[in-house]
């Protein structure tokens, strides 16, 4: 089946699928956050979520990590996930799990090397995982009480309908063993099938590729022609600019790249988005000018979801993880500093995705520099 076709194909079954479904599954949530609360201890996780949720968001991504779960090989331990997909469904928010953490059992890292972006020497384990996880969280999952399809399950409940195979594999720091296509390629379409065969319904989100990645002749083009799109549902990138309009032009040139290789109807999740307060990237401001940034484009975004196909939007991210402005750019792109305390971000968030007007003076073209109006 070309890719098109599969795309009306996927869309139409979605449609009939929504009409026999109960209202707390008809949809995921557009707004989201990037948190990280998979691992963290009770009272802690509870503080995060209760503050995310105060947000209006429904989504988290969470980077779920594969070497928590699975302790030693086949055999999995649940109780971090469990309580971060039912503490999450409980204030009314699901899990967008970003499939990351090779076990070093499994794990092309060498001796010595720390853990994070080194993919499996044998994506059949990746296959396996996948498949036990949507198994037990999908939309007939067995975490949700259900026996059988459309019997015996738990009501209401908000099972998790995406997933997104890896973070950024266009970059090194994320494929460790050097940045490599059909590789990644590879890794997809064995996490995809593990994910379809645990839950048929489930939705695979590409890697969110970085803005190196959509370059012409780039990490997508190269998927694409590899045959990559026969093994996701949602194209996901991280459209990061130094403005709103910036952020937008991202989008549409991504579109056009899948346009350009057959497939103009993919939709698409925006798996980051979101300005700095330090770091050394042209997306990176003060203050004041970071909160009115992420507020318009949480805004436009909003606005031109359907124009541009948008499936959903997250946020990046939700605390800082540094006190120190001459660290990685990431580090001062949240809502909370380090310590805890808001940034105007967050309110600015919030008033945003709530739809409300910005108060008087806290508009880009108020508070930012000229590079970062538009």
Known sequence: MGTGIRRVAALLGALAGLAATPAAQAADPFFGILSNGHGLPTAKLTEELDGQAATGVGLLREHLHWDRIERSPGSFDWRETDELVARADARGMTILPVLVGTPPFHSTRPSGADTDGWPPRDVATMER??????????????????????????????????????NEPDLKAWWRTGVDPAGYAELLAAASRGLKR???????????????????????????????????????????????????????????????????????????????????????????????????????????????????????????????????????????????????????????????SPAAGARVADVCDPQHQG
């Not at 908000?158 to 997933?163: E, F, G, L, T, Y």
């Not at 605390?319 to 990685?328: C, E, G, K, L, V």
């Open 198 to 356: 645990g839950d048929r319904d489930a939705e695979v989100v590409l890697g969110g590729i970085s803005l190196r990645g959509l370059v012409r002749g780039g990490f997508l083009d190269q998927l694409y022609d590899r045959g990559a799109a026969a093994s996701f549902d949602t194209l996901a990138f991280h459209p990061y600019a130094v403005n709103v309009s910036g952020v937008v032009s991202t989008i549409n040139h991504a579109r056009w790249i899948a346009s350009e290789h057959g497939d103009a109807g993919v939709p698409i999740r925006v798996t980051e988005y979101g300005f700095a307060t330090g770091g050394d990237r042209e997306w990176v401001t003060d203050q004041k000018c970071q909160a009115a940034l992420i507020a318009a484009t949480t805004r436009e975004l909003r606005a031109r979801r359907t124009e541009l196909g948008l499936r959903s939007v997250v946020q990046f991210s939700w605390q800082d993880r540094s006190n120190t402005p001459a660290t990685i750019w990431p580090n001062h792109a949240g809502l909370l500093r380090m310590d805890g305390r808001p940034k105007p971000a967050l309110r600015a968030f919030t008033e945003a995705v709530a739809d409300r």
């Open 129 to 166: 995982f996948a498949r036990e996880l949507a198994r037990r969280y999908g939309r007939r999952g067995t975490f949700w009480g259900c026996v059988s399809p459309g019997f015996g399950c738990r009501r209401p409940y908000r099972p998790i309908r995406a997933w997104q195979v890896w």
